[in-house]
């Protein structure tokens, strides 16, 4: 499988911590969210919410808590790109050991008609570029 070449510091805040001085596992996608904007902008060089992608799936394994004081780093790298449809696979990093892994699905979508529309071919150029296929 291909190396992360993609990664995002995230500034941990207080209240994302629950009771069990952890953070909580819905923050997780948070922390995912942040790092998919970043990368789309950066990678596609357009900001995302001029993009008309969406996401229509998310997944999210836990492999172990993220305690206060640590730092988090967020790795993404985008899978085999469909017609309609970019996978990222993440690594949710805590001082970095693997905390968690996950997988959205994002697609390219045309809102007036309300159905999936093709990648852009320059979005597809930049992405394998940057994933070097």
């Given amino acids: 499988m291909a190396e992360f070449n993609y ?21 997780y996608a948070t922390y995912l969210e942040q790092t998919r904007v970043e990368y789309i902008e950066d990678v596609v060089q357009e900001p995302l919410m001029d993009t008309g ?5 998310l997944h999210l394994d836990f492999e172990r808590p993220i305690d206060f004081g640590e730092s988090v780093t967020v790795a993404v790298r985008a899978g085999e790109l469909g017609t309609s449809s970019i996978p990222l696979e993440y690594e949710i990093r805590a001082d970095g050991e693997v905390a968690a892994t996950g997988e959205t699905l ?5 809102q007036e008609a309300g159905e999936p529309t093709p990648i852009p071919d320059a979005w597809r150029e930049r992405i394998e570029a940057h994933e070097g296929r």
């Fill in 7 to 27: 990664e995002n510091e995230i500034d941990v805040r207080f209240r994302d911590f629950d009771m069990m001085d952890h953070v909580n596992n819905a923050v």
């Fill in 53 to 57: 992608a969406v996401v229509a799936d």
């Fill in 106 to 110: 994002m697609v390219t979508f045309d």
